[in-house]
T-cell receptor
Framework: DAGVIQSPRHEVTEMGQEVTLRCKPI?????LFWYRQTMMRGLELLIY????????DSGMPEDRFSAKMPNASFSTLKIQPSEPRDSAVYFC???????????????FGPGTRLTVL | AQTVTQSQPEMSVQEAETVTLSCTYD???????LFWYKQPPSRQMILVIR??????QNATENRFSVNFQKAAKSFSLKISDSQLGDTAMYFC????????????FGQGTTLQVKP
């Protein structure tokens, strides 16, 4: 199993530019999560999906952030326009259905380190 | 609201020794999961161990074990025979069974294993 795949691993952009982060969950997992990690705020859940449907986006900081999951194997997190305070590591995670063995355990991707200049 | 507290920002241990990382949490729920994740310098978040609140037996994974005290809302991680590769930040996390989308993380404890 390849695990959760994220791209790019590093992204450097200038303020005002659009940024798109990508995630491929583990096959068979029907929950997908986007987290942001900063020194100041630690790990924060931004949004999560179940069966491609957004369930809770209360952690999305503002309208500049949006996330989509067009199918079971792909999700994007977009920031438009980006700002320096968006600089962070963004993680994607996935988990299996509640009744499966080890259910609800979230497996994380390697993260995308975003730097907005 | 649930909260998770890790009161030790940094710890160190000699190689081959045993170390215990502390975690406390606050919840009014009775059914939940607790986790320890490891984040090495590569920053990959790696699951170390998982505990279901309804299980009285403490979870164990090789050199890693937990001391789960439900009444005290305490969930400490013991690492035996520490290895250099255990150097990492360790996060304690809580998940309410009724809201399986939300993992609530503690602030993390940075562990350094010294040769």
């Amino acid at each position: 199993d390849a695990g959760v795949i994220q791209s790019p691993r590093h992204e450097v952009t200038e303020m005002g530019q659009e940024v798109t982060l990508r995630c491929k969950p583990i096959s068979g997992h029907d929950y997908l999560f986007w987290y942001r990690q900063t020194m100041m705020r630690g790990l924060e859940l931004l949004i999560y999906f179940n069966n491609n449907v957004p369930i809770d986006d209360s952690g999305m900081p503002e309208d500049r952030f949006s996330a989509k999951m067009p199918n079971a194997s792909f999700s994007t997190l977009k920031i438009q326009p980006s700002e320096p305070r968006d600089s962070a590591v963004y993680f994607c995670a996935s988990s299996s259905p509640p009744n499966a063995g080890g259910a609800d355990t979230q497996y994380f991707g390697p993260g995308t380190r975003l730097t907005v200049l | 609201a649930q909260t998770v507290t890790q009161s030790q920002p940094e710890m160190s241990v000699q190689e081959a020794e045993t170390v215990t990382l502390s975690c406390t949490y606050d919840t009014s729920e009775n059914n939940y999961y607790l986790f320890w994740y490891k984040q090495p310098p590569s920053r990959q978040m790696i699951l170390v161990i998982r505990q279901e609140a309804y299980k009285q037996q403490n979870a164990t994974e090789n050199r890693f074990s937990v001391n789960f005290q439900k009444a005290a809302k305490s969930f400490s991680l013991k690492i035996s025979d520490s290895q250099l590769g255990d150097t990492a930040m360790y996060f304690c996390a809580f998940m309410n069974v009724r809201n399986t989308g939300k993992l609530i993380f503690g602030q993390g404890t940075t562990l350094q294993v010294k040769p």
